[in-house]
């Protein structure tokens, strides 16, 4: 299994900024992408950015620009820059890992979530 363990959510202002981070731990043989969704009232959870391994991105258009992902393979940590932050970026944000056991089994796992507000 796959512990995920995130922080850096809270409340800013509009255009302020925010860090999140999410670590992960537990039986993995290697990880193949880490990243954020999130999940705003009343809507689906949807993708924020996600990173591989490797190093490849993928940003969802709204927060293309404004966010940064990144990782640290070593520490089996991912990173998300939140810059110019909106009031429709308020919304529940998930840790996301996909990642094999040592067992060759994948392991698709959610953190808890973190609150995101931005209001004024």
């Known amino acids: 299994q796959v512990q995920l363990v995130e922080s850096g959510g809270g409340l800013v202002q509009p255009g302020g900024s925010l860090r999140l981070s999410c670590a992960a731990s537990g039986s993995i043989f290697s990880i193949n992408t880490m990243g954020w969704y999130r999940q705003a009232p009343g809507k689906q959870r949807e993708l924020v950015a996600v990173i591989t391994s490797g190093g490849s991105t993928n940003y969802a258009d709204s927060v293309k620009g404004r966010f940064t992902i990144s990782g640290d393979n070593a520490k089996n940590t991912v990173y998300l820059q939140m810059n110019s932050l909106k009031p429709e970026d308020t919304a529940v944000y998930y840790c996301?890992?996909?990642?094999?056991?040592?067992?060759?089994?994948?392991?698709?796992?959610w953190g808890q979530g973190t609150q995101v507000t931005v209001s004024s």
């Open positions: 996301y890992c996909k990642a094999l056991s040592y067992i060759n089994i994948r392991l698709d796992s």
